[in-house]
Every structure is written in structure tokens, then in C-alpha cells.
């Protein structure tokens, strides 16, 4: 196993994998971030997303790019209807933490419910076949689907850091993190950040989720495990760190194809949750590593202010 | 001429109606005997679980629309398990302690050995019409199969592997759970006794949706077959293994006896190899009859050889309540217990002869199956 073509091609397929894990926590972070919410609602979203695919592509054989287009289209739609008819009132009655919880959590199982009466609990895929092209790359294989989930993937984080970094609106998404009374104050429209951040999540959980289910089976109750993973990543990467938790993503993931060479592969999936447990124990901001970057640009400041 | 027939005709029929529904009609009038079932009718299972209802449905009708067991209509009461062991226990007290259900059918290992303990606590026989993990032979006095249990089909394909395909050296799969590690550990054992070696051991989580590990670790053994022995996941393994460029001989069990494997795989599946305990429509009339029935539902069911299994275990209800009826007992467990042990030999529409012997288990053909040009033909029969 320690065969360096084998250790690439855990390495390969490990990253290839992660793609729609990142896609998924990158969501999460992001409206964790905005609006302060540890949305479960983006199980249900995930739900919506890849039955919409199923449905138009499989029942009324819409071309890929149209169904794709009709999920996105579906989804952002009911995270805007979520945001205004019943986040946005929650916030307005001052609810506790714990309410918006459960009122997600509570809107995924109704999603999940709607959906097993609809469509049954049969795992299904995207496309009718779980195929994909393959072609061996000095003795890694590399199929179509691990290339076009990376570029997805890769394609989709740019635009959100080139959206927030470099747009008004992504700017303002991050004063509204920031403090999003003060943000008013500045005439910055906190209900349009919180608007396009779920809009954002919700193009980003479709590419996950086109990803994940021309991959894999999905039923109705799979969602709500991917937001578990999701939040997993979350928690490692340090709450607020958008960017540091689609890391912590990779790394996890990773981390996962890796212990093949030590564990028995059973074990796996308990491994995530080992390092949850770790994580939230030792480091509850988050595994240091990724806080390391962030405060080393502060220090020349903190330098300047004590020679003053 | 023509009025006269016309009258007789006009006579004739609603004589020949009331004939016909004499026997539903006296069955109507009994006390029903209720029998329960234990499925999955939700979660990922759900797709084999709905088409066992739906068979059972179809031969308690059939049974009914013959007269009902004695004259007493069969009514079946069915609770959803998701096939989690968790649920089942509570679905299983429910059937016992609120609708005294004397006799239980249920299929998933996990599930069979979670109702095991209740059923004979209860003294309720549980009769296993689907699962096939070898310990449910040892799971007590009260809990029988009428499927066979890997040891039939997964022995006979781990012999027919080895000496009949000349496979050396095999790579064994299998989801963590109670179907595949009982099956795995049997195919191991068997091909090693045979003379085989087994270069790679290795189960993954019943989740889990990558398997590059777990089949670069098999590889590694460089192995002449791979047996999966998995559940709903078995198209994404193969898949990825065939995309890891690995194009070793694969085989399963009669899980993999589905048409979705193909449509899922399409070329990837061919050569697959997989085993089947039911005869063919070509084999037997009555199944082409079941498949009728399927016709009239709209499609082709999940896992027919399984939903053969599902009328017969029904049939063989039937039997047993009849015989405690004629011998005057009350329908209790117990007495469901000695009718079946009584009748012992039952002779079934779908699968044929069935004998239950003292050691909880049963002997069927193996039907084996491979894939060629997207359809499973006929391999061989193993007695």
C-alpha cells in the first residue's frame, strides 16, 4: 500500500471526492458567517436540489444543462422563501439560538418527508448511469467526473473570493458578519446580505449536490448526513473562516482516504467524528493551523502601535 | 333460438359470479387470522421492502380469492422497519403485545436478529423469508427460514468459483453489517477450504460513497476475483473499480440479481457474476404468473427471485394456520411452532419443495447468473 502510484491515486481520488464536501461546507460557513445561523435548513435544500435534477432529467427529459439550471432556479427560491417568511420573522421576534435551530432542522424533515411521499426511498442517481469516462495518468486514474468536479469546485470558490473580496455586495456581506447593526448604521441593507448569502449557499449546494448524486445514491434522509459533515468541517476550520473550513474540508477528507493505510476501511466514517470530538475539545475556535495565517498580517500593526 | 340463449346466458352468469365468490364470500364470513410483517417501507431498502408488500398483497389475495385458509379470510398487518433493528424491535413488540399477532415474516438480518429475542420471548414464531446471514439459524426455538442462508448460495458460488472457474485467488468486499459479514466470512472460509487464497479481507461503512481505499487495498492483492458481498451500494463499487482500471472477475450474491445494476453499470457489468435461489419463468409457470401481476402494477419488480420467496412465505402462513384450524387449536405461536414442524415439507408455487430441518436451516439450487450483453443468462445450477 505504501506504493507511491497507490499513495497518488488515494491522494487524487481523495481530493476529487472532498470537491463536493468543500462545495457543502463553504455553504454552511458562509450563512454561519452572514447571518450568524447554523443552517440544517440546507438539508432540505439539498433535497429540493438533487430531486429537481432527478425529475426533470429522468421523468420529463429535460437536456442536463436546463435541469441543472431548473434546481438552481427551485432551490435559491426556497432559500429566499425560508429567509423571508421565516428566518427574517424569527429574527424580528429576537427568537433564542436554539429556536432557529430546530426550526431548520424541523423544515429539512418536513423537506425530507414531502419528498420520501413523492419519490420514494429508493436511492437513485442523477443520470441512469454511474459511469464516467476514465484515463490513466502515470498510473493514476482520473475519470471525467473527478475532473469536473474539481473544476467546478475550484471555479466556484474564485468567483465567491472574487464576490467578496472585490464586489460591493460581498463587502457588505462582511460588515453585515461583522456587526450588521453597525452595518445599517452605514446604510448597508442587512436583509439583502442575508438574501444573497442564501442565494450563494443555494448555487453552491446544487453544484454539491450535482456532484454528489451522479456519483452516489441519494435518499430523501442522505442530506441531513452531508450537513453533518458539513458542520464537521465547519467546527474544525474555526467558526467565521469561510475559506479555513473549506480547508479544514479538503484536509478531513483527505484524512479519511488516508487511514486506509492504517485502519480497516469500516472505521472510516468514525474518524470524522473522532476528530470532531478532538477538535471541539482542544480547539473550540478551530485547529489552530488555520488561525496561524490570519494573525500574521496583524503584527507589523501591533508593532507600529507600541512605537507609538 | 338466439332469445333462448340470450335468457340462459342472462341466468347463467350471475349464477357463475355467485360460484366464483362463494369461496370469498364464506372466507369473508370467518374471524380473520392475521399474520404481520416486518419491512422496510421507508428508507434506502424501501425499494426491495414496497415490492415484498406488494407481493405478500398479491398472494394473500390470491389465498382469499381461493376460499381464505378454511374459510377464514388471511390479513396481513404490516409495520415499517427501515430495515434498522432499532425500529424493528419496537415494530415487532407492537405486532405482539397490541395486535397478538401469532406469526411474524420478516427479511434484513439486522432486523430478523432484533425480533429474534422477542419471539421467543413471546413464544411468536418468526419465520425469515428474505435475510440471509448464517447466525439466524442459532437465533432460537421460535425463529425459522424459509430462504436459504448464505451458506447455500454464497458455498456454492465460492466453489464454483474456484474449481469450476479456475479463480485463485480472491479479493472478499462486504458492507458492515450482519448480511454481508456473515456472507464474507463464509466465502472466505469456503474458498480457503477449497484451496483458494483470500489476498484481501476488507468491509467498508454502509455510507460510505468512496471506495477507492478499500479496493486499492484489494489490488494490492493482486487477485484473479473479487466477491462483493454489499446491499444498495454494489453498482458504486463496481464502478469505481472498474474506473481504477481494475477489470478482475466480480461476483455477488443475490443481492446483485437486479435489473438497476445494469442500467447503472451498462458495460461495466458485464461478467458480473451473481447468484440467484429461484427458478425462471422459463423454469416455472407460476412465476410467469407473478410477473403478470407485476405487469398490471406497471413494472418490472425489484429482486424477483426474492419476491418468489415472499408469495411462497405466504403460502407457507397459510399452511400452518390451516393446520392448527383443522387440528382445533387455538392460533397461538406455539401451536404455529408445532404445525410448522408437523407439516414439515411444503410443496411451493414459486420456488418449489421446501423442507424444514431441525437445524433451522434449508437447501435450494443455485441458479448462477452472468451478465452478457446487458442481460443476466443462465451460468449454471448447482444442486
Sequence with gaps: ?308 | MTASIGRRTALSLPLAALAVSAGRARAQQKEAFRFGALMPTTGPEAGYGLDFVKTYEMAVKDINDKGGVNGHPLEMLVLDTQAKPEIAINAANKLIDVDKVPLIITAWSSVVKAAAPIGNRTKTLELNMGANSPDIANLGDYVYTVFPLAEVDVTALAKYTYAKLGKKRAAVLYINNDTGIGGAKIYRDVFTAAGGEVVAFEGYDPKATDFTGVLLKARVGNPDVVHIHGLSELPQVIAQMRQLGMQQQITSYSAGYNPKILSQLGPAAEGLIVTSLAPTSAANPNVAKLLELWKQVGRFPNGLPYLQYAWDSTVVVAQIYGWVDKNGLPLTGENCRKALLAIREFDLPMTGKLVIRDDHRIDKPVYLYVVKDNKFVLLDTVA
Design chain 1, 1 to 308: 500500500m505504501t506504493d507511491p502510484v497507490i499513495l497518488l491515486q488515494i491522494l487524487w481520488t481523495g481530493i476529487a471526492m472532498s470537491s463536493y464536501f468543500v462545495l457543502f461546507t463553504v455553504a454552511f460557513a458562509l450563512t454561519l458567517k452572514v447571518e450568524k445561523l447554523w443552517n440544517f435548513a440546507q438539508a432540505g435544500l439539498m433535497g429540493i436540489a438533487f430531486y429537481t435534477m432527478f425529475y426533470t432529467l429522468n421523468a420529463v427529459h429535460w437536456p442536463p444543462w436546463l435541469g441543472v439550471g431548473a434546481a438552481v432556479v427551485l432551490t435559491a427560491a426556497v432559500s429566499i422563501a425560508v429567509e423571508v417568511w421565516a428566518i427574517a420573522v424569527l429574527r424580528r421576534r429576537h427568537s433564542s439560538g436554539l429556536i432557529f435551530f430546530i426550526f431548520t432542522l424541523i423544515f429539512s424533515q418536513l423537506v425530507a418527508f414531502v419528498l420520501t411521499l413523492m419519490f420514494g426511498t429508493e436511492p437513485e442517481t442523477i443520470f441512469p448511469s454511474v459511469m464516467s469516462p476514465v484515463r490513466i495518468v502515470g498510473g493514476v486514474a482520473m475519470s471525467d467526473w473527478d475532473l469536473q468536479a474539481l473544476g467546478v469546485t475550484v471555479v466556484l470558490l474564485a468567483v465567491l473570493y472574487w464576490l467578496i473580496r472585490h464586489t460591493r455586495d460581498g463587502q457588505f456581506m462582511l460588515a453585515v458578519a461583522d456587526n450588521d447593526k453597525l452595518a445599517e448604521i452605514y446604510g448597508i441593507s442587512a436583509k439583502r446580505a442575508y438574501l444573497l448569502s442564501g442565494i450563494i449557499a443555494a448555487v453552491l449546494i446544487c453544484a454539491g449536490v450535482y456532484l454528489y448524486g451522479t456519483r452516489a445514491g441519494v435518499t430523501p434522509d442522505v442530506p441531513i448526513g452531508l450537513v453533518l459533515t458539513a458542520v464537521i468541517a465547519t467546527l474544525v476550520g474555526g467558526l467565521g473562516r469561510i475559506f479555513s473550513a473549506a480547508i479544514a474540508a479538503v484536509g478531513l477528507a483527505l484524512l479519511q482516504s488516508f487511514s486506509i493505510l492504517f485502519i480497516p476501511a469500516k472505521w472510516q466514517a468514525l474518524l470524522l467524528y473522532f476528530v470532531l470530538f478532538f477538535a471541539l475539545v482542544l480547539f473550540p475556535r478551530g485547529i489552530p493551523v488555520w488561525r496561524i495565517r490570519r494573525a500574521k498580517p496583524l503584527a507589523p500593526i501591533a508593532v507600529a502601535q507600541a512605537g507609538d
